[in-house]
């Protein structure tokens, strides 16, 4: 399904039920996928037994949309299950910002993961390495038996690598990885499986003892990139002029790109925007968590994943590269009808498209806080939603919620003590809508 434009006019001032109906009318060959996002029919109990083990209930997060996201020339609205204020708004406003500029442009790599196969109780390493890579086809050929599915669809295990490490604490050990074009699936099963079944060919070729047959989270030939570019107009605001907010941002991304401290929270605040649109759609935000930070940190010290850099006319140019394996077929995405709903909201036809979208999205969320960073600070607009979740603490109703955020956010003091003291005042003053 296609959009015609992702914006929605005063979409983060409407009611819950006034935003589904904005949906339906953006989207209505989805509304009843859409009316999963209530919960009310997202997941049964009985659908949750069924997919882990002991389960006792469902766990809710909040799914909100953000709007305005041109990505490649195409409009998204972007479906993000998380509890953190200011995420889903200040996703929406930078993607606001960035289709003025024509919006974001990403990549993603073709669809390949790794299978680590560990060999231990080798006596000589590199005749072992030398055979398997005689064998390399065979093996190939042998992995391929187990999903000729995949194989048929373009995709299946297309080279086999070979690793040394002579000196471990466990002793020598060979590490065979197979390499393997999983197509619009995460990977994680069809890889397993076909190093599962090459286990015994790699011991007969070696002579040795295969130990773990898994994936590798770190997914380093499945990388994304996403790009963006902006005026520094369009940062500029009554306190601030835009090419000095440009500036801003730009040391802080030199900031994070040098010290570890601050890369860690600088690569947070873009996986606030990533993580969100992976759970939302029965996706492993693990697996991509892992691989992102395992990327940061692949010369030898963790750094950001992002670079921003000043261009031509004191213009604002952001790129990010991580890996990012997502998929639209198997586990959670298709067993559970809310990541369903998510998925046809977005409108994806690949894997790589998924991945192309959560890229820029986690973008969009670095700009958001480096822009904060660099002119009020990151408090401001973080607290202001921060205040509704210490109001309804507090005991706040649907109706005086906003008299209570307002006195908070104006009096610089959002805390549950202060959000009880207006309550109480408001009431006693008659003014309690219930």
Known sequence: MTIKNSTIPAFRNMEP????KALY?????????????TGETALSLEQADGMIEN???????????????VINEKEYLIPMAVE???????????????RDSGGFRAAADRPVMRAQIQVMGIHDLSEARRKILENKEHIIKSANEKDRTLCALGGGCEDVEVYSFPETPAGAMLIVHLLVDVRDAMGANTVNT????????????TAGKTRLRILSNLADKRL?????????????????????????????SAFAEVDPYRAATHNKGIMNGIDPIVLATGNDWRAVEAGAHAFAAQNGQYTALSRWRIGPDHSLTGTIKLPMA???????????????????????????????????????QNLAALRALASEGIQR???????????????????????????MVGAHEITIDHASKILSRLHAHGTDPQ
Do not use: W
Not at 225 to 234: G, I, K
């Open 17 to 20: 039920a006034e935003r589904l």
């Open 25 to 37: 009318e953006k989207c209505p060959a989805l509304a009843e996928q859409i009316f999963t996002f």
């Open 55 to 69: 389960v006792v209930g469902r766990f809710q997060l909040p799914l909100g949309v953000a709007t305005n996201f």
């Open 84 to 98: 953190e204020p200011s995420v889903v708004a200040a996703a929406s406003y930078m993607a606001k910002l960035a």
């Open 194 to 205: 076909m190093a599962e079944h090459v286990a015994p060919l790699i011991e007969k070729l």
């Open 224 to 252: 994304v990139s996403a790009s963006v570019t902006l005026s520094a107009r369009q940062f500029s605001t009554k306190q601030f002029e835009g090419q000095e907010v440009v500036k801003g941002i730009v040391e802080a």
């Open 326 to 364: 997502v998929g639209l077929v198997g586990g959670a995405t298709k067993t559970h009808p809310a990541a369903q709903a998510a998925l046809a909201l977005l409108g994806v036809e690949t894997a790589g498209e998924l991945a192309e979208v959560i890229a820029a999205v986690g973008l969009a």
């Open 381 to 407: 607009g973080h607290m202001a939603l921060h205040a509704r979740n210490i109001a309804l603490q507090a005991g706040a109703s649907a109706k005086d919620i906003d008299a209570v955020v307002n006195e």
